[in-house]
């Protein structure tokens, strides 16, 4: 079939142009990277996905151990092996789509100064085969919920209808750190400094968010500034979610979290695209 | 006439030189501040590199269009910014219909998948839907010719294997406009020969074609349109024969053609230990006549300049004899002949005779190095600095045809008698 679509190439063009039309147009293209990382992303390891069970074992484990024993920091009356699992996995999701966003045009630099189509596609690609991983941890939270469940069956936990929220929370999580990553990617294709320090930059937002603590911990006052971490309300909502409620996953949050994020992601977004139209002349 | 195919209007690309750090920093500040109507000073020696300066060109509908240029002319720049994959600094262009440009192949493979998968990926990679990809598949493997391993692993294919399933996959793609760098260079002749004739099949379908290559051979056979590009500008767009002797000139005046010399002169610093320099190079005929057109059989000579810097005990001059396409077609090294002598400081002139030339018609380049010891560095080396044309087939009074020996590289001198 002959396409009579006309292309015109032109230089400054405006920063929202963000050729949508052809994002739709290579659909294909974002399902089949889709299958090849779900299809390679187990080849030649012996254990397989069991490395993702045993990440999110030993880092929750680690985190009770220290965060629940020996600091003995509050886990908001959740069973504390549960409490980090939770907020682990909500919290590995979110940085793994951070990782992949703020190394997208870095990583892809071979394929992007070679062939032309959407540059959005492999990190959005990237972002949802990650949801294998996190089904995974989250297939052994619910194992371990249930094995939590029969034996303590005085203050079981049962799944609450909240559970309908989970996809809208789990793309909240995407969509800003896939922002949060286009912003890194964007700003250090050409000055590398910030690629430099975004380890450190991941590790303080984890802090600054509730991951090991709850907000509850956090004095009256202060609670307000938590607010401004559009982190804060999704961590608190994944244990609403999951593990029945949580004392920051209201409206008070909710509100500036998801205006914050959809800020964000747009300009990501936006830096991200107008980055991605020279940017093979720096790299 | 229907409006062209591509239309290429005033498109330029700047580049700055010299690397990213501070200064480069500072400079993108004071650019984002002129940006907001802040007054500030801006430096005036940034360098700055025009690899395309105002091009402009229509192309026809089914035109098979060759760009060649000296290498840094501006040749990818122009293909990166047709097939999308940088930006023009200022100028447009526009196109009607799909692009698939191959600036390399098998690119997005993936070595964990099979060849079939990795067909999918490709093709979907150059916009093809997973549909179109299914209905052509089988027509893909067979090209390729790899029918038992398609279900393999790609990273267990040979790099003949590999190659020539990534070519199957382009040539399939059926855009309306295709644009190939330099991808002919990869394979065995064999396999050339059957993407040529695959790129006259799409070529017949009514397909636009733009190929940059080095190679004038393949550019003479198979373009309708040659555009020579150089420092930047167009400066041929027409004829491909035109074109083709227009680039094997550039950068040499009609009076130095087979003659290049040393400039400007080069003042070596004293601790550095080069031995020679060359200053000049001859290409003369049997008549001693300074010439760039050789005959096929006839004997031809190379005349040498040389400064000798320091005076050596032992001195080895090769000449090297390379085809279009770089492929290295013959050697002459002055220790082979028993020459390697003693030089002293100063200057020197050599001759050297080649009683028959073995090779074919086309396009060659000569290339000069001096080497003072037995080890394998060079003292001082000339890289193609003479081009020059072979014609005539005519070898010891037989006149043959060139087109049917073309993939030979020489003619191997033979006596033939009945015992």
């Known amino acids: 079939m002959p396409d009579s679509k006309e292309t015109i190439i032109t230089a400054n063009r405006t920063c929202l142009d963000l050729e949508l039309n052809d994002f739709f147009k290579y659909r294909d293209l974002l399902y089949l990277l889709i299958r090849r990382d779900i299809v390679t992303s187990y080849k030649q390891t012996i254990l397989g996905p069991l490395w993702v069970v045993i990440q999110a074992l030993m880092g929750s484990a680690v985190f009770t151990i220290i965060f629940g024993n020996i600091a003995g920091l509050s886990t908001d009356g959740h069973p504390a092996f549960l409490f980090y699992l939770c907020g682990m996995i909500g919290w590995q999701y979110f940085g793994g789509v951070l990782g992949i966003g703020s190394h997208s045009l870095q990583s892809n630099v071979a394929l992007f100064a070679k062939v032309y189509f959407p540059r959005l596609i492999p990190p959005i690609g990237q972002s949802i085969s990650s949801l294998l991983n996190f089904s995974i941890q989250l297939l052994v939270f619910f194992l371990a919920l249930v094995i939590y469940n029969q034996n303590s069956p005085d203050s079981s936990i049962e799944l609450s209808f909240s559970l309908i929220l989970l996809p809208a929370l789990i793309i909240q999580t995407a969509v800003l750190g896939l922002g949060l990553g286009f912003i890194i990617s964007a700003m250090s294709v050409k000055y590398r400094d910030l690629a430099r320090i975004s380890g450190l930059f991941t590790q303080f937002i984890m802090y600054a968010s509730p991951v090991i603590y709850p907000v509850s911990e956090i004095p009256e006052k202060y609670q307000e500034y938590m607010a401004l971490n559009p982190l804060t309300f999704i961590i608190e909502s994944y244990r609403l979610v999951l593990l029945g409620n949580s004392t920051a996953s209201n409206l008070t949050f909710a509100v500036p979290s998801i205006a914050s994020t959809i800020i964000i992601f747009l300009i990501g977004l936006i830096l991200y695209n107008k980055t991605q139209r020279t940017y093979v002349d720096f790299v | 006439m229907s409006t062209p195919i591509i239309q290429v209007n005033e498109l330029s690309k700047t580049y700055r030189l010299g690397g990213l750090g501070l200064r480069s920093f500072i400079e993108d500040l004071k650019s984002s501040a002129k940006k907001f109507g802040v007054p500030v000073k801006e430096n005036a020696n940034s360098q700055r590199f025009k690899a395309l300066d105002k091009v402009s060109f229509d192309i026809e509908e089914g035109e098979v269009v060759g760009i060649i240029g000296r290498n840094g002319a501006g040749k990818s720049t122009l293909l990166k910014i047709l097939s999308r994959i940088t930006e023009p600094s200022s100028g447009s262009a526009r196109y009607t219909g799909r692009v698939a440009s191959l600036l390399e192949v098998g690119t997005g493979f993936h070595g964990e998948m099979t060849g079939r998968e990795n067909i999918f990926l490709n093709g979907s990679l150059y916009g093809l839907t ?126 130095q053609l087979g003659y290049w010399e040393l400039k400007p002169k080069i003042q070596l610093p004293a601790s550095s230990k080069q031995y020679s320099q060359i200053k000049s190079i001859e290409m003369l005929d049997n008549s001693n006549t300074r010439t760039h057109l050789l005959k096929c059989g006839m004997p031809f000579s190379i005349l040498l300049e040389l400064d000798i810097l320091i005076e050596t005990n032992y001195l080895d001059i090769g000449i090297a004899i390379n085809r279009h396409d770089g492929i290295q077609m013959s050697l002459a090294i002055s220790s082979w002949e028993g020459y390697s002598k003693k030089f002293t400081k100063g200057y020197h002139q050599l001759s050297v005779k080649f009683p028959k030339l073995p090779f074919f018609s086309g396009n060659y380049t000569l290339s000069v190095w001096t080497k003072e010891s037995t080890s394998g560095v060079s003292d001082d080396s000339v890289q193609s600095p003479i081009s020059f044309e072979i014609i005539d087939h005519n070898f010891n009074g037989h006149i043959f045809d060139f087109s049917a020996h073309s993939h030979a590289g020489s003619i191997l001198e033979s006596s033939w008698t009945r015992i």
């Open chain 2, 130 to 255: 997973r549909k179109e990809i299914a209905s052509k598949v089988d027509s893909i493997i067979e090209f390729a010719q790899i029918n038992e391993f398609i279900d393999t692993p790609v990273k267990r294919y040979s790099s003949g294997m590999f190659v020539r399933l990534a070519f199957a996959v382009a040539s399939h793609l059926e855009p309306e406009i295709l644009i190939i760098d330099e991808v002919l260079a990869v394979g065995d002749v064999d396999f050339q020969k059957r993407c040529i004739s695959k790129m006259g099949e799409i070529n017949k379908s009514g397909k636009t074609i733009l190929i940059v290559s080095h190679n004038m051979a393949t550019i003479g056979s198979f373009c309708t349109r040659c555009i020579l590009i150089d420092k930047g500008k167009i400066i041929h767009d027409g004829s491909v024969d035109e074109g083709i002797s227009k680039y094997l000139t550039l950068g040499r005046s009609g009076s």
